[in-house]
Structures are given as C-alpha cells and as structure tokens.
T-cell receptor, first 113, second 115 residues
C-alpha cells in the first residue's frame, strides 16, 4: 500500500523568507501524481501544486516550487518570499490512476511578521 | 468557475436527529467525493461517486447515507450519529476518476457537531 510521510509536524518561517516542507512517499508504481494542498484556518483545502511522476522537470507555481526526486521518493515544497497568508496546514498527497488520494499527516506552517 | 459549495457551514444535531449535508459543483465534473476530517488530521475518504454511481464506500457505517441525484449535486444523509462523528465533512469533485490529471477540488466543508 502507498504511504505518504510528512516528518515535520510544525514549521516556522519569517515573513519574506524561504521555507521547505518535506514529504516522502512509498510506492512500487512508476506512474503517479503528487500534490501539495494547503488548508488555512478557514478550512478550505486548496490545491497548491501538482507533479506528474513521468515529468522530470520540477513543477512551479509563482512562489511555490517542488523538488521532486523520484528515485529517492521525495517531494518537498519550497515557498519563497513567505507571506502571512501562507500560514496554514499543508498536506502532501499521492495519487495513481483512479480516484483515491493518500494524504500525509500534514505540516502546520506558521509565518512570523 | 472552480468552485465547490457546501451547505450548511455549521450543523449541530442530536443523536436521534436526521439531517443532510449538501454539496454542489458546476464545473462539469463527473466524480464527487465525501471526506471526513478530524482536527489537525488529514481528510479520510468516505465515498466516491463516478458518473452518479457509487464507486467506492470505504466501509462507512450505515448511519451515513450518500446520494447523488445528478452530476452536479451530492448529498450526505445523516441518521443516529454518535458524538465521535463530530468532524469537518468535506466534499470534493474532479473531472473524472481515471486519467492523467483529475485533481480534486474541495469545498469549504460543513462543521458537524453531534450532541
């Protein structure tokens, strides 16, 4: 069975600085998808970024980028120029074909002003 | 319009009550999902509907009864719940259930409290 591990229960970052959230996963598949979701205190889960395993190029969305290391089964999220609005719980998630997302335990990100 | 709406936002119900949660999307998505989320935990999948048919039931107790009247609407009927069922209930939708993309879009959730 696939598992997703987020080893950092909480992280803090100073406003305008850069922070990296870690995620590792376990799978025997070669083709799959990885996602980072953000859930602020307002509760809504928002898709931040996605990565297709067959793509070698790391995905980027504005201030958010990933470091995808397929051989190491690692998928970290880098947030540049952190803003107060980035404070949230971040979930890493894995999906192969089909419709089940496997979530990590989550990382609470605090942004200090 | 990439929006999934859920009503009500908050719901308090007794253990003998019957209530329903509603979820709606107008993105033309053909897959819809119900998740249960406890505080500071990841969402747990409950049900998946694909083309208005139930395709996954994650061994959810029968006191939760899903319904998909049409491709835009998903309901969750609640009856004889227990206090441990208190949680945030999230609805999500995706374009389909297979294929290369199909990322799930989530609604804002219904905060359910069972007294």
């Amino acid at each position: 069975a696939q598992t997703v591990t987020q080893s950092q229960p909480e992280m803090s970052v100073q406003e305008a600085e850069t922070v990296t959230l870690s995620c590792t996963y376990d799978t025997s598949e070669s083709d799959y998808y990885l996602f980072w979701y953000k859930q602020p205190p307002s509760r809504q889960m928002i898709l931040v970024i996605r990565q297709e395993a067959y793509k070698q190029q790391n995905a980027t969305e504005n201030r958010f980028s990933v470091n995808f290391q397929k051989a190491a089964k690692s998928f970290s999220l880098k947030i540049s120029d952190s803003q107060l609005g980035d404070a949230a719980m971040y979930f890493c998630a894995y999906r192969r074909y089909g419709n089940k997302l496997v979530f990590g335990a989550g990382t609470i990100l605090r942004v200090k002003s | 319009d990439t929006e999934v709406t859920q009503t009500p936002k908050h719901l308090v119900m007794g253990m003998t009550n019957k209530k329903s949660l509603k979820c709606e999307q107008h993105m033309g998505h053909r897959a819809m999902y119900w998740y249960k989320q406890k505080a500071k935990k990841p969402p747990e999948l409950m049900f998946v509907y694909s083309y208005e048919k139930l395709s996954i039931n994650e061994s959810v107790p029968s006191r939760f009864s899903p319904e998909c009247p049409n491709s835009s609407l998903l309901n969750l009927h609640l009856h004889a719940l227990q206090p441990e069922d208190s949680a945030l209930y999230l609805c999500a939708s995706s374009q389909g259930v297979r294929g290369r993309a199909n990322e799930q879009y989530f609604g804002p959730g219904t905060r359910l409290t069972v007294t």
